[in-house]
């Protein structure tokens, strides 16, 4: 594979000149940033693409009339007003999440991550380490590069942390506990996706040094909460991290929508995201349905090692499955990315949607059977807990 060049690299770091020199830009809660954010930003909208890559004919981003972006599968169906109504009103919540803190550590314990309980073990690992922080964030470990997936450690994915979707299983850890993050793949701009307070905390921390990976349409949002360091990318774009130019992240498709805002729906793309290094390969689905385009990226960047799979929040079926994959179409797309393993995110954290909280494992081993493939190549992890992928014969580890 053909890989960028040192003058390459340069070129990466060409500034969209986003933050003025002695302009102060505001938080997202209209706060002033900190001094630092006046440095010169490393923000940009430019990526390269490797061009046997261009070869194959993929699905590509689209707009409307209207300049909102679409989904251009037919899988594709936003729900209508009236199923919306009998969803919000009249549906049964089926997902009886249990009110004991007991019970819940008994059937989802919350575990301490081995960077916390041991910082020392933090040396690169001999493959590839995955750690399950909750709901879609996860933390992978590949070619030297520490990866954070859709960060939430709030209480509520909500612009108000006193109402909205609260978390029934704490985040394991806090910002300040994660070990070094060397970038981080936001998939799009739905508040269980994208966290302001997570987001800040992370800017406050790591600063310019953690590169943001975003797609179209978030740049800017993600330059108000003062962070320098931000590459916004089309489908099937690509960029990298300064220092690790032989680790590729793409931005790749999503069967999705987004919204933040009252008038800003679909004003920002949504996207999975694939890492490609010399000797491991990660896929990252971020909030999913079922759609054809994850048959093309098998093709053009399978296989893959690991793929983190959404597997919750998708009942009423009607409803949902246009924007979430139930557990059966989650091993589809395992098997479409060619993925040697998978696990499975966003899920037993919220309370998104109504199948019974605990539903989501039991159905995906179900169809890991239906299908002959062995139940362990695709896993669930309690929260906290890792996984390691061994580097030569693609064994995993507890």
Same mark, same amino acid.
């Given at each position: 594979m053909e890989k960028p060049t040192a003058s390459d690299g340069a070129e990466l770091e060409e500034t969209a000149g986003l933050v003025e020199d002695g302009e102060l830009p505001q938080g997202a809660e209209g706060g002033n940033v900190e001094p630092r954010t006046l440095r010169k930003s490393s923000s940009s909208r430019k990526s390269f693409r490797l061009d046997y890559r261009l070869e194959e004919e993929v699905t590509k981003s689209s707009r409307d009339k209207y300049g909102r972006w679409t989904n251009p599968?037919?899988?594709?169906?936003?729900?209508?007003?009236?199923?919306?109504?009998?969803?919000?009103?009249?549906?049964?919540?089926?997902?009886?999440?249990?009110?004991?803190?007991?019970?819940?550590?008994?059937?989802?314990? @919350?575990?301490?991550?081995?960077?916390?309980q041991n910082p020392e073990a933090l040396d690169s690992p001999a493959g590839m380490r995955v750690t399950w922080l909750g709901h879609a964030t996860v933390l992978v470990e590949m070619e030297g590069v520490n990866i954070l997936t859709d960060p939430i450690f709030s209480q509520r994915a909500s612009p108000l942390q006193f109402m909205g979707p609260k978390r029934y299983r704490g985040p394991p850890c806090t910002v300040e506990q994660l070990p070094r993050i060397d970038a981080v793949l936001i998939s799009h701009s739905h508040?269980?996706?994208?966290?302001?307070?997570?987001?800040?905390?992370?800017?406050?921390?790591?600063?310019?040094?953690?590169?943001?990976?975003?797609?179209?349409?978030?740049?800017?949002?993600?330059?108000?909460?003062?962070?320098?360091? @931000?590459?916004?990318?089309?489908?099937?774009?690509?960029?990298?991290?300064?220092?690790?130019?032989? @680790?590729?992240?793409?931005?790749?498709?999503?069967?999705?929508?987004?919204?933040?805002?009252?008038?800003?729906?679909?004003?920002?793309l949504w996207s999975s995201w694939s890492v490609l290094g010399p000797n491991q390969r990660f896929f990252f689905a971020g909030d999913t349905g079922y759609c054809s385009s994850f048959q093309e990226i098998g093709r053009r960047f399978g296989p893959f090692d690991l793929a983190a799979i959404p597997i919750g929040?998708?009942?009423?079926?009607?409803?949902?499955?246009?924007?979430?994959?139930?557990?059966?179409?989650?091993?589809?797309?395992?098997?479409?990315?060619?993925?040697?393993?998978?696990?499975?995110?966003?899920?037993?954290?919220?309370?998104?949607?109504?199948?019974?909280?605990?539903?989501?494992? @039991?159905?995906?081993?179900?169809?890991?059977?239906q299908k002959g493939l062995k139940p362990e190549c695709f896993f669930t992890l309690h929260h906290g807990e890792s996984r390691l992928i061994a580097a030569q014969d693609g064994d995993v580890f507890e």
């Open positions: 599968w037919p899988t594709w169906r936003f729900p209508s007003y009236s199923m919306l109504f009998r969803f919000l009103v009249l549906e049964k919540n089926h997902s009886n999440v249990p009110t004991s803190k007991e019970v819940l550590d008994s059937e989802l314990p @919350v575990m301490e991550p081995y960077f916390v508040y269980d996706h994208l966290d302001a307070g997570s987001v800040a905390s992370l800017n406050a921390r790591f600063g310019g040094e953690l590169r943001w990976f975003v797609p179209l349409g978030l740049m800017d949002w993600l330059a108000k909460m003062g962070c320098e360091n @931000v590459m916004e990318l089309d489908w099937w774009e690509e960029n990298c991290v300064p220092g690790h130019d032989n @680790v590729t992240f793409v931005c790749t498709p999503s069967q999705h929508w987004s919204k933040r805002t009252a008038l800003d729906d679909n004003r920002s929040a998708y009942q009423p079926r009607d409803v949902m499955q246009g924007q979430h994959v139930d557990p059966e179409e989650a091993v589809q797309i395992h098997q479409d990315l060619q993925a040697k393993w998978s696990v499975a995110i966003h899920w037993g954290t919220f309370a998104l949607a109504y199948e019974y909280y605990l539903e989501p494992p @039991v159905r995906l081993r179900e169809s890991l059977e």
